[in-house]
């Protein structure tokens, strides 16, 4: 156990990238330096307690122990009992910068930031592997099923790509780092939950078809470089055609960024959050502009340039 502090931070993610329902998911990092994604500190303690702060933590449940903070904190400490460590109880604090049901990963990043301070606090009792195994089985507790397309990304970084084969959780895909990732939350909250119910359950034929040559032609293309065939994939068959009827003026802002030389535009995991990929700066300036102007809805709404965060979750440790 460390005896001084251990904080995490873990980036804000896009769930599925249009194209990988459940199994594509990139880490986002603005081009303006800004931290978008949540932060967990760890620090020796008689008893757990848990604290919270930053922009969205009035959004939280009110009770401490429904954070998922905290059940990733009960959920670790049964694991490390299970395999045989020590455990000396430690207080943390969350500092809440994600909107909650934004589809930016904001329950991801608060449980990847939690276990990988955890992680580091107690000296790595945990393979990165069964870390991630941890994060996507909270993940699951809250949004109704076991998906890594956020917990991934937001502990890797990158664009990662769910193998869940033997003991790999996920894979780095090669990116197109000159592409501009704009994102733009609305400021309303839909549950990831509720979005997954109002998927049919079963697809027809064509769309499966459609999903099987879309994702795999986009992997194909980002492993040869040919960055055109892979944004002409980008688009969603599965959620978006469901789930867009949640998003005021969405279709508005879709034909705006494609007739303006965007590459993609879709949903960012479950929504309201969109994103709109450019090749050029001042083409995600004029994004940016127009999604402020036309998808905001309130005050929480906020928009951002970003490129690919390539480092995931960093670590940094303060020695009393
Ligand atoms: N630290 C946390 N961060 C985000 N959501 C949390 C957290 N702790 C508990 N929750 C609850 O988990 C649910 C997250 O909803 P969800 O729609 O999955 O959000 P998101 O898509 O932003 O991850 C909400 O009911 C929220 O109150
Ligand atoms: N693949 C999931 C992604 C949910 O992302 P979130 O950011 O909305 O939690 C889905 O589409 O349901």
């Given at each position: 156990?460390?005896?001084?502090?251990?904080?995490?931070?873990?980036?804000?993610?896009?769930?599925?990238?249009?194209?990988?329902?459940?199994?594509?998911?990139?880490?986002?990092?603005?081009?303006?330096?800004?931290?978008?994604?949540?932060?967990?500190?760890?620090?020796?303690?008689?008893?757990f307690n848990l604290t919270?702060?930053?922009?969205?933590?009035?959004?939280?449940?009110?009770?401490?122990?429904?954070?998922?903070?905290?059940?990733?904190?009960?959920?670790?400490?049964?694991?490390?009992?299970?395999?045989?460590?020590?455990?000396?109880?430690?207080?943390?604090?969350?500092?809440?910068?994600?909107?909650?049901?934004?589809?930016?990963?904001?329950?991801?990043?608060?449980?990847?930031?939690?276990?990988?301070?955890l992680n580091s606090f107690?000296?790595?009792?945990?393979?990165?592997?069964?870390?991630?195994?941890?994060?996507?089985?909270?993940?699951?507790?809250?949004?109704?099923?076991?998906?890594?397309?956020?917990?991934?990304?937001?502990?890797?970084?990158?664009?990662?790509?769910?193998?869940?084969?033997?003991?790999?959780?996920?894979?780095?895909?090669?990116?197109?780092?000159?592409?501009?990732?704009?994102?733009?939350?609305?400021?309303?909250?839909?549950?990831?939950?509720?979005?997954?119910?109002?998927?049919?359950?079963?697809?027809?034929?064509?769309?499966?078809?459609?999903?099987?040559?879309?994702?795999?032609?986009?992997?194909?293309?980002?492993?040869?470089?040919?960055?055109?065939?892979?944004?002409?994939?980008?688009?969603?068959?599965?959620?978006?055609?469901?789930?867009?009827?949640?998003?005021?003026?969405?279709?508005?802002?879709?034909?705006?960024?494609?007739?303006?030389?965007?590459?993609?535009?879709?949903?960012?995991?479950?929504?309201?959050?969109?994103?709109?990929?450019?090749?050029?700066?001042?083409?995600?300036?004029?994004?940016?502009?127009?999604?402020?102007?036309?998808?905001?809805q309130n005050d929480d709404?906020?928009?951002?340039?970003?490129?690919?965060?390539?480092?995931?979750?960093?670590?940094?440790?303060?020695?009393?």
């Amino acid at each position: 156990m460390t005896q001084g502090q251990v904080s995490a931070f873990a980036p804000a993610s896009i769930g599925n990238v249009s194209v990988g329902f459940d199994l594509l998911g990139a880490a986002l990092a603005p081009i303006d330096g800004s931290r978008l994604g949540d932060e967990v500190s760890a620090q020796p303690a008689a008893a757990f307690n848990l604290t919270i702060s930053g922009r969205f933590a009035d959004r939280l449940p009110g009770v401490a122990s429904n954070n998922i903070v905290a059940k990733a904190y009960d959920y670790f400490h049964q694991r490390a009992v299970d395999a045989g460590h020590g455990f000396a109880p430690c207080a943390l604090h969350l500092h809440k910068n994600l909107p909650i049901g934004s589809g930016l990963g904001s329950s991801a990043s608060s449980i990847v930031a939690a276990l990988a301070a955890l992680n580091s606090f107690y000296g790595e009792p945990f393979s990165q592997n069964e870390l991630l195994q941890m994060m996507g089985a909270l993940e699951g507790q809250i949004s109704g099923s076991v998906h890594y397309d956020n917990v991934a990304p937001a502990y890797l970084g990158g664009l990662t790509l769910m193998v869940e084969y033997g003991q790999t959780i996920a894979s780095q895909l090669p990116v197109f780092a000159d592409w501009y990732w704009v994102v733009c939350y609305s400021g309303i909250s839909v549950s990831t939950s509720a979005a997954r119910q109002i998927l049919p359950a079963e697809f027809p034929m064509k769309t499966l078809l459609a999903f099987g040559r879309q994702l795999s032609v986009f992997v194909d293309a980002c492993h040869r470089g040919d960055e055109n065939l892979a944004a002409a994939m980008l688009s969603d068959v599965v959620a978006e055609p469901y789930r867009k009827s949640l998003l005021p003026h969405f279709d508005q802002c879709r034909d705006y960024i494609m007739a303006n030389n965007g590459l993609a535009f879709g949903i960012s995991g479950s929504g309201p959050t969109v994103f709109a990929v450019a090749k050029s700066l001042a083409d995600a300036e004029a994004f940016q502009r127009y999604l402020q102007q036309y998808y905001l809805q309130n005050d929480d709404g906020f928009c951002h340039i970003c490129k690919l965060d390539p480092a995931g979750t960093r670590i940094s440790k303060e020695t009393l």
